[in-house]
């Protein structure tokens, strides 16, 4: 039997036997559950090599499965985060309630993304869509709460996506009679204009959907938001990549053929700054860490998008290098989330503060983390961003380059937030109480908080299977002209070096605490939060001073003229106009039945009238 | 070789010099005593010329500078504020007020003496005492300083028994952090 | 080994350097403050001897491990910044690491300090640190776009992403970018406006406001170690102009004068201005300074 199917049928399998044991044992679900992640995860490594495919068919349908070099990149985030995220979630889920659903859908939403990366057909892929879409509602749904708002907005969007992404592949099979990529690929130069023009419409209308971007992000905030924080690290980190995964493909095969590919490109790539804007100015305005982070991710996909869209080598080097990068930071940050949740049982900033002599281990790992996502060298987020940054004024996008600056500029005020609202401020007697979070939580997330300073000071260790992938999708080869094993180019040959540069911020870093620890060790005292100089007045117990209300106040009162303008309240508007619309249309059922006989009869006159042109 | 004991007297020197001529003033502004600040740091007077300027927060200061009369309530907060300032630091009591209570000697909530609470380095007397007395108690607490002589901070320390009984006496519902330097 | 030795040399003599040049500045701030405002004021250096004072001081506190680190944080931008920024044309007598970054790099690592240095603050517990931190992220907000329109102007009309480089254009044509590049130009003093922090942008520090904002809690060492990375962050930032719009410095005299002149600028603007808002200040920079930067990139996308 071929690997491929072993591999589908483990994960399947696994599945339905996570979802069965849940009768029999904790226990053994758990164990189940993580067994089958990580043989999984063996199995496609050591057994399963880029280029083997398997051919099937059913029902006359010829389909395909295998894998390439370009799919490789993103199961290395599946993977990586599933290995990742399933020890968190046995720990993060002990003691909730209908485990074996969680456990279930958290596979099969594993397996329908290995699957979308797999097939090589166009059915198999809407399948797995499907099911991916499918299994990632239901944990949305998992907690129960909010479900109307997170729930409903999520599936409604998503099966917006899936119908034109069915709608599209039902034309690109009317026209060629297969539904293998590859010769969709082929045959799309050859395609008539109209075609040329609709497909890739189509199918980035599915692809932006699960990417997030502005106009069909508005289920991301909530969804991301609502379900369990293990599920989420999986969520904003791998499955949200799918999109990028499905734009990158529309972007090099249909537009790079399209007749004037200019302002395609560059409706998209602005599409994705605005997002990236908007999004982190809505973040800056949360008081829910939760919240917080999943406009973050909004954001961070937005930078994606736009490097995707741009489609320069380099661009798209930076869209490949930031979506690993952003599925390491992202998943960490909402781990720790989650840690706190799990400790403290709220993740409000205004609630709880003071955390970081209490849980240091999720500290270090979110401030990583944190560092990572704004960017600051010499940590990964810095290189995907420089290359962003270089490969948009390289390819004279001048204002783009303003506006993502921008985004990224006022990400350091969330990012911020985030690590004070939570770990610094007073400590309170009522925090008194909280322990550090499980060893099986915090290890993941210390793992990919080193591995993010490790891929910042040695980025050639993620550029090589990039640049493998973008080679399978008919890119030259980046490396050396591009990137070398710490090293970074741009197109007019100026360069940056990280590991020296990682070498002087460490041995500056390193020098200075050493004489700020050694100088007067014995007369530096350390005095509780308690003990500030605040007008000569002692805080008592229960006064706490941290400032954590209307945070950014003064800089949303400068921003407050675009964030007036929301896209719910738009959608919310057409909802409404539909309903009055159809309520107004409902009228024509009076319940007197000489109305009806009129209607008879002018449907009777119509026809006869329009006999000829109608039947003739 | 150098000589160790000759080599800290240059660094004794050295430390003096700089601690004589930079003074970081937290003024705390009791009473009418603080009027009389402004006229000295602006441009009439200018005690900026001599190093000194004021300073944010107890934690950055040098000097506590107290302008007038202390209610007992107003204590509670200075004596704060003393115990949150870094070695070496240095106390000016500005006024008749804190030398013998002044004009509220007989006032039943404010406290005489102000050196039975704390050690204050320099009196400046008078009522209201003009910037140029005030800067004349610069001028002193500078030639302390030179000479080594300004160690309030240490008799604080030694005598912290007695300085706490004095104002645990004085100081009804008596709620602080303890000094532990 | 041996070059990182040379490295390393290079990074102490900057250093030094650095150090007393900015910190004289600082002390010929005060001296000119007092005579604007009609005042003696004090010597030239009397931020050595404040300098020296703080570090002498005998005891310190601190209120945990972040704020303990705080001030190395921005030691580390400061000194970064100042070995990614050639100080002489030609790189001779400070050998740095100028040719490993670029631009972009020192845009992110300048603000590596302040976002550490924040969560210092963030750790004392003070309400007026947070405050301070706030209203300083979001000014930064403000300042870098009209900064980094300017930068790149710069860098699109010259094509490239190396100080080195723009310094070379400016020795090869003889001609100053500040003359070429007006708009650039001043988006970018405008920009440095925000940048220094003088009035009327000093609402992060105010002291009668916020009692100094992030650095309320620091005193003795941690003062210590913040000053000096103030004043070497100075003139790292001040030599960083130079190099870009005033075709640099060819020996350190001529480099102190082109310095100086530039200090003027936030300095005398400071003395005779109020305090802004912080949304005032938000929004000061995205009035006139980005429309200059947009007219410096378009000069240099259609010129």
Same mark, same amino acid.
């Given at each position: 039997?071929?690997?491929?199917?072993?591999?589908?049928?483990?994960?399947?399998?696994? &599945?339905?036997?996570?979802?069965?044991?849940?009768?029999?044992?904790?226990?053994?679900?758990?164990?189940?559950?993580?067994?089958?992640?990580?043989?999984?995860?063996?199995?496609?490594?050591?057994?399963?090599?880029?280029?083997?495919?398997?051919?099937?068919?059913?029902?006359?349908?010829?389909?395909?499965?295998?894998?390439?070099?370009?799919?490789?990149?993103?199961?290395?985030?599946?993977?990586?985060?599933?290995?990742?995220?399933?020890?968190?979630?046995?720990?993060?889920?002990?003691?909730?309630?209908?485990?074996?659903?969680?456990?279930?859908?958290?596979?099969?939403?594993?397996?329908?993304?290995?699957?979308?990366?797999?097939?090589?057909?166009?059915?198999?892929?809407?399948?797995?869509?499907?099911?991916?879409?499918?299994?990632?509602?239901?944990?949305?749904?998992?907690?129960?709460?909010?479900?109307?708002?997170?729930?409903?907005?999520?599936?409604?969007?998503?099966?917006?996506?899936?119908?034109?992404?069915?709608?599209?592949?039902?034309?690109?099979?009317?026209?060629?009679?297969?539904?293998?990529?590859?010769?969709?690929?082929?045959?799309?130069?050859?395609?008539?204009?109209?075609?040329?023009?609709?497909?890739?419409?189509?199918?980035?209308?599915?692809?932006?959907?699960?990417?997030?971007?502005?106009?069909?992000?508005?289920?991301?905030?909530?969804?991301?938001?609502?379900?369990?924080? &293990? /599920?989420?690290?999986?969520?904003?980190?791998?499955?949200?990549?799918?999109?990028?995964?499905?734009?990158?493909?529309?972007?090099?095969?249909?537009?790079?053929?399209?007749?004037?590919?200019?302002?395609?490109?560059?409706?998209?790539?602005?599409?994705?700054?605005? #997002?990236?804007?908007?999004?982190?100015?809505?973040?800056?305005?949360?008081?829910?860490?939760?919240?917080?982070?999943?406009?973050?991710?909004?954001?961070?996909?937005?930078?994606?998008?736009?490097?995707?869209?741009?489609?320069?080598?380099?661009?798209?080097?930076?869209?490949?290098?930031?979506?690993?990068?952003?599925?390491?930071?992202?998943?960490?940050?909402?781990?720790?989330?989650?840690?706190?949740?799990?400790?403290?049982?709220?993740?409000?900033? #205004?609630?709880?503060?003071?955390?970081?002599?209490?849980?240091?281990?999720?500290?270090?790992?979110?401030?990583?983390?944190?560092?990572?996502?704004?960017?600051?060298?010499?940590?990964?987020?810095?290189?995907?961003?420089?290359?962003?940054?270089?490969?948009?004024?390289?390819?004279?996008?001048?204002?783009?380059?303003?506006?993502?600056?921008?985004?990224?500029?006022?990400?350091?005020?969330?990012? /911020?937030?985030?690590?004070?609202?939570?770990?610094?401020?007073?400590?309170?007697?009522?925090?008194?109480?909280?322990?550090?979070?499980?060893?099986?939580?915090?290890?993941?997330?210390?793992?990919?908080?080193?591995?993010?300073?490790?891929?910042?000071?040695?980025?050639?260790?993620?550029?090589?299977?990039?640049?493998?992938?973008?080679?399978?999708?008919?890119?030259? #080869?980046?490396?050396?002209?591009?990137?070398?094993?710490?090293?970074?180019?741009?197109?007019?040959?100026?360069?940056?070096?990280?590991?020296?540069? &990682?070498?002087?911020?460490?041995?500056?870093?390193?020098?200075?605490?050493?004489?700020?620890?050694?100088?007067?060790?014995?007369?530096?005292?350390?005095?509780?939060?308690?003990?500030?100089?605040?007008?000569?007045?002692?805080?008592?117990?229960?006064?706490?001073?941290?400032?954590?209300?209307?945070?950014?106040?003064?800089?949303?009162?400068?921003?407050?003229?675009?964030?007036?303008?929301?896209?719910? #309240?738009?959608?919310?508007?057409?909802?409404?106009?539909?309903?009055?619309?159809?309520?107004?249309?409902?009228?024509?059922?009076?319940?007197?039945?000489?109305?009806?006989?009129?209607?008879?009869?002018?449907?009777?006159?119509?026809?006869?009238?329009?006999?000829?042109?109608?039947?003739? | 070789?150098?000589?160790?004991?000759?080599?800290?007297?240059?660094?004794?020197?050295?430390?003096?010099?700089?601690?004589?001529?930079?003074?970081?003033?937290?003024?705390?502004?009791?009473?009418?005593?603080?009027?009389?600040?402004?006229?000295?740091?602006?441009?009439? +007077?200018?005690?900026?010329?001599?190093?000194?300027?004021?300073?944010?927060?107890?934690?950055?200061?040098?000097?506590?500078?107290?302008?007038?009369?202390?209610?007992?309530?107003?204590?509670?907060?200075?004596?704060?504020?003393?115990?949150?300032?870094?070695?070496?630091?240095?106390?000016?009591?500005?006024?008749?007020?804190?030398?013998?209570?002044?004009?509220?000697?007989?006032?039943?909530?404010?406290?005489?003496?102000?050196?039975?609470?704390?050690?204050?380095?320099?009196?400046?007397?008078?009522?209201?005492?003009?910037?140029?007395?005030?800067?004349?108690?610069?001028?002193?607490?500078?030639?302390?300083?030179?000479?080594?002589?300004?160690?309030?901070?240490?008799? +604080?320390?030694?005598?912290?028994?007695? +300085?706490?009984?004095?104002?645990?006496?004085?100081?009804?519902?008596?709620?602080?952090?303890?000094?532990?330097? | 080994?041996?070059?990182?030795?040379?490295?390393?040399?290079?990074?102490?003599?900057?250093?030094?350097?650095?150090?007393?040049?900015?910190?004289?500045?600082?002390?010929?701030?005060?001296?000119?403050?007092?005579?604007?405002?009609?005042?003696?004021?004090?010597?030239?250096?009397?931020?050595?001897?404040?300098?020296?004072?703080?570090?002498?001081?005998?005891?310190?506190?601190?209120?945990?491990?972040?704020?303990?680190?705080?001030?190395?944080?921005?030691?580390?931008?400061?000194?970064?910044?100042?070995?990614?920024?050639?100080?002489?044309?030609?790189?001779?007598?400070?050998?740095?690491?100028?040719?490993?970054?670029?631009?972009?790099?020192?845009?992110?690592?300048?603000?590596?300090?302040?976002?550490?240095?924040?969560?210092?603050?963030?750790?004392?517990?003070?309400?007026?640190?947070?405050?301070?931190?706030?209203?300083?992220?979001?000014?930064?907000?403000?300042?870098?776009?009209?900064?980094?329109?300017?930068?790149?102007?710069?860098?699109?009309?010259?094509?490239?992403? *190396?100080?080195?480089?723009?310094?070379?254009?400016?020795?090869?044509?003889?001609?100053?970018?500040?003359?070429? *590049?007006?708009?650039?130009?001043?988006?970018?003093?405008?920009?440095?406006?925000?940048?220094?922090?003088?009035?009327?942008?000093?609402?992060?520090?105010?002291?009668?406001?916020?009692?100094?904002?992030?650095?309320?809690?620091?005193?003795?060492?941690?003062?210590?170690?913040?000053?000096?990375?103030? *004043?070497?962050?100075?003139?790292?930032?001040?030599?960083?102009?130079?190099?870009?719009?005033?075709?640099?410095?060819?020996?350190?005299?001529?480099?102190?004068?082109?310095?100086?002149?530039?200090?003027?600028?936030?300095?005398?603007?400071?003395?005779?201005?109020?305090?802004?808002?912080?949304?005032?200040?938000?929004?000061?920079?995205?009035?006139?300074?980005?429309?200059?930067?947009?007219?410096?990139?378009?000069?240099?996308?259609?010129?």
């Amino acid at each position: 039997m071929n690997m491929i199917y072993i591999l589908f049928t483990l994960m399947f399998g696994g &599945a339905i036997l996570t979802f069965l044991a849940h009768k029999v044992s904790g226990l053994l679900r758990d164990t189940l559950f993580v067994l089958t992640v990580l043989a999984s995860t063996v199995l496609f490594y050591t057994k399963i090599h880029t280029g083997d495919t398997v051919d099937f068919s059913i029902s006359g349908l010829s389909l395909q499965w295998g894998i390439n070099a370009y799919g490789r990149i993103f199961s290395m985030i599946v993977l990586g985060l599933g290995v990742m995220a399933s020890f968190y979630s046995v720990s993060y889920m002990k003691g909730k309630e209908r485990l074996g659903y969680f456990y279930f859908n958290f596979l099969i939403s594993l397996m329908s993304m290995m699957g979308i990366l797999m097939s090589h057909d166009l059915v198999s892929f809407f399948i797995f869509w499907e099911m991916m879409t499918w299994s990632s509602y239901f944990i949305v749904i998992y907690n129960g709460k909010n479900v109307q708002r997170s729930g409903i907005n999520y599936i409604i969007f998503s099966a917006l996506g899936a119908y034109a992404m069915l709608m599209a592949i039902v034309m690109v099979y009317a026209h060629t009679q297969s539904l293998m990529i590859p010769d969709m690929m082929q045959a799309f130069p050859f395609f008539p204009a109209a075609y040329k023009i609709w497909l890739p419409i189509l199918f980035l209308t599915a692809f932006t959907v699960k990417a997030a971007m502005m106009p069909l992000h508005v289920w991301a905030p909530d969804a991301y938001a609502d379900s369990p924080m &293990a /599920y989420t690290s999986v969520f904003s980190g791998a499955l949200s990549k799918m999109g990028i995964y499905g734009m990158i493909m529309v972007f090099v095969t249909m537009v790079n053929y399209l007749p004037d590919d200019t302002w395609f490109r560059e409706t998209i790539a602005w599409l994705g700054a605005i #997002t990236a804007i908007m999004a982190t100015l809505w973040a800056i305005a949360q008081d829910d860490a939760r919240k917080l982070l999943a406009w973050s991710s909004v954001a961070q996909l937005g930078y994606i998008i736009t490097g995707v869209a741009v489609g320069t080598p380099l661009a798209m080097l930076s869209a490949l290098f930031l979506s690993v990068m952003h599925a390491l930071f992202k998943a960490t940050l909402f781990m720790a989330v989650g840690a706190i949740e799990k400790q403290t049982g709220t993740t409000k900033f #205004t609630e709880v503060t003071g955390l970081i002599r209490k849980m240091p281990w999720t500290f270090i790992s979110s401030l990583l983390a944190i560092i990572g996502l704004a960017g600051i060298p010499p940590l990964g987020g810095f290189v995907g961003k420089w290359m962003l940054y270089e490969s948009l004024i390289n390819s004279n996008h001048y204002i783009l380059v303003i506006a993502i600056f921008f985004a990224s500029t006022s990400a350091f005020l969330y990012c /911020y937030k985030f690590l004070f609202g939570f770990f610094l401020g007073q400590e309170e007697k009522e925090w008194e109480h909280v322990k550090e979070a499980p060893a099986l939580m915090v290890l993941p997330m210390i793992i990919m908080a080193t591995l993010l300073l490790v891929f910042g000071v040695f980025p050639g260790i993620v550029l090589k299977p990039i640049d493998l992938g973008m080679q399978t999708l008919g890119y030259s #080869t980046t490396a050396g002209t591009f990137w070398s094993m710490s090293g970074l180019f741009n197109e007019w040959g100026n360069q940056i070096m990280m590991r020296p540069l &990682a070498y002087a911020i460490g041995g500056t870093f390193l020098f200075f605490l050493i004489i700020l620890t050694v100088k007067g060790f014995k007369e530096t005292r350390y005095v509780t939060t308690k003990d500030i100089s605040s007008s000569g007045e002692v805080p008592l117990e229960h006064e706490n001073l941290t400032f954590s209300e209307g945070f950014y106040q003064p800089f949303l009162r400068a921003v407050c003229p675009v964030m007036k303008r929301r896209m719910m #309240t738009y959608y919310q508007g057409f909802g409404q106009g539909m309903e009055a619309f159809f309520d107004y249309l409902r009228r024509v059922y009076s319940g007197n039945g000489q109305t009806y006989a009129i209607y008879v009869i002018v449907f009777v006159v119509i026809l006869l009238l329009f006999k000829n042109s109608l039947f003739g | 070789m150098i000589n160790d004991k000759n080599s800290q007297k240059i660094v004794d020197i050295i430390q003096n010099f700089a601690r004589q001529h930079s003074l970081w003033v937290l003024a705390y502004g009791t009473g009418c005593g603080a009027i009389e600040l402004p006229p000295t740091m602006t441009s009439r +007077y200018d005690a900026e010329r001599l190093g000194v300027r004021g300073a944010a927060t107890p934690r950055q200061a040098d000097v506590l500078l107290i302008t007038g009369y202390l209610t007992t309530k107003t204590l509670k907060r200075v004596i704060r504020v003393y115990e949150q300032m870094q070695d070496p630091k240095y106390v000016i009591g500005f006024g008749s007020c804190t030398i013998n209570g002044g004009m509220y000697w007989d006032s039943y909530n404010t406290i005489k003496a102000l050196d039975r609470y704390m050690p204050v380095d320099i009196y400046i007397n008078g009522c209201m005492p003009r910037p140029e007395a005030v800067l004349s108690g610069f001028a002193k607490l500078q030639k302390l300083i030179q000479a080594g002589k300004a160690d309030g901070a240490k008799k +604080y320390k030694e005598n912290l028994e007695w +300085y706490r009984a004095n104002q645990k006496n004085v100081i009804p519902n008596w709620r602080m952090p303890e000094y532990n330097w | 080994m041996k070059e990182i030795l040379y490295y390393t040399w290079g990074a102490i003599v900057s250093f030094v350097v650095a150090f007393s040049v900015g910190i004289t500045y600082m002390g010929l701030n005060r001296k000119i403050t007092a005579r604007v405002q009609n005042r003696y004021g004090p010597p030239w250096y009397q931020n050595f001897i404040d300098v020296i004072k703080l570090y002498s001081k005998k005891t310190s506190i601190h209120h945990g491990v972040m704020h303990h680190m705080g001030p190395a944080f921005i030691m580390v931008t400061a000194v970064v910044s100042l070995l990614v920024i050639p100080i002489l044309n030609g790189n001779k007598f400070f050998p740095n690491l100028n040719f490993q970054g670029d631009l972009i790099f020192l845009l992110y690592i300048m603000v590596f300090g302040p976002l550490g240095m924040a969560l210092g603050a963030g750790q004392t517990g003070n309400p007026n640190s947070a405050i301070g931190v706030t209203r300083g992220l979001s000014q930064m907000a403000g300042f870098e776009i009209p900064w980094v329109m300017a930068l790149v102007a710069l860098m699109i009309q010259y094509k490239t992403t *190396s100080i080195v480089d723009l310094m070379n254009v400016q020795v090869e044509s003889g001609r100053w970018l500040m003359f070429s *590049s007006p708009f650039a130009f001043l988006a970018a003093v405008m920009a440095m406006l925000g940048m220094f922090r003088y009035a009327p942008f000093d609402i992060v520090g105010a002291p009668q406001e916020l009692a100094s904002g992030p650095m309320s809690e620091n005193g003795g060492k941690y003062l210590f170690v913040m000053m000096s990375a103030g *004043s070497v962050f100075t003139f790292a930032k001040l030599t960083l102009y130079v190099d870009i719009f005033m075709g640099g410095a060819d020996n350190l005299i001529i480099l102190v004068v082109k310095t100086f002149t530039l200090y003027l600028i936030p300095m005398l603007y400071g003395i005779t201005s109020p305090r802004y808002r912080t949304e005032q200040s938000v929004r000061w920079f995205w009035g006139w300074p980005s429309f200059f930067g947009l007219l410096a990139i378009l000069q240099a996308a259609l010129f």
